[in-house]
């Protein structure tokens, strides 16, 4: 796993993700990349914020159907919407950012998971980027990736891979925000549904690349 990481960081760089402001745009930011590209909830958190400004309070405000026409680029925006509403009323009454940073992990972490609407990833991109907490983020381009690396089976539980990946990892919280976010880049740039292996530098160590590209004298 250190050696990924230390292989995408010197082909990409830092990635300085999440791109946000503060850390509630992260938050929604989470909610709203839900089965979508991020450029598809940059399109929805500027639309927004050309109608309130970016708070819970603001959100919840909001008539259903102005929400859910703000959120529209995000894809499936009444299910978002419903979403959005839902953790904004939880932060709320959890009394926003100071209260809520003050929990310890593993009970933000089920508090979160119990809003409606909030799964594991979901939860851990929030934990991470918006409270800087030691989780690692787990993805389908992280079980993409891993699993033609063959360190994965790819039906491994989410719970699962989040503890190995962690346990190795540790908790450089630095670490894990670029280590997802190199994830997500290489799986757009390289290892996608349909792999460019050829233009991989994970190839000498990836059984599915070196089958589809086998290593030649100049490589």
């Known amino acids: 796993m250190h050696a990924v990481y230390s292989n995408l960081l010197a082909v990409y760089g830092r990635q300085g993700w999440w791109p946000a402001d503060t850390p509630f745009e992260v938050m929604v930011g989470a909610v709203l990349t839900q089965n979508t590209a991020w450029t598809n909830v940059e399109r929805a958190l500027e639309r927004l914020a050309e109608r309130i400004d970016l708070s819970a309070e603001a959100i919840l405000a909001l008539d259903a159907e102005t929400l859910a026409d703000a959120v529209r680029p995000a894809g499936y925006f009444n299910l978002k919407a419903r979403r ?53 983020v787990v993805d389908a381009y992280t079980r993409r990736l891993f699993s033609r690396l063959g360190q994965l089976a790819g039906d491994e539980g989410y719970e699962g891979v989040r503890a190995a990946f962690e346990a190795v990892l540790g908790p450089d919280v630095s670490v894990l925000k670029e280590y997802h976010a190199l994830l997500v880049r290489h799986a757009k740039e390289a290892c996608r549904s349909r792999p460019r292996c050829s233009a991989c530098s994970l190839r000498p160590d990836c059984p599915a690349g070196l089958d589809a590209f086998p290593l030649t004298q100049g490589d």
């Open 84 to 136: 959005l509403r839902d953790f904004c009323d939880f932060y709320v009454a959890s009394g926003g950012l100071d209260a809520l940073s003050r929990i310890a992990t593993d009970t933000l972490r089920a508090q979160l998971l119990a809003v409606k609407g909030i799964g594991p990833e979901t939860a851990d991109d929030m934990l991470l980027y918006a409270f800087d907490r030691p989780v690692f």
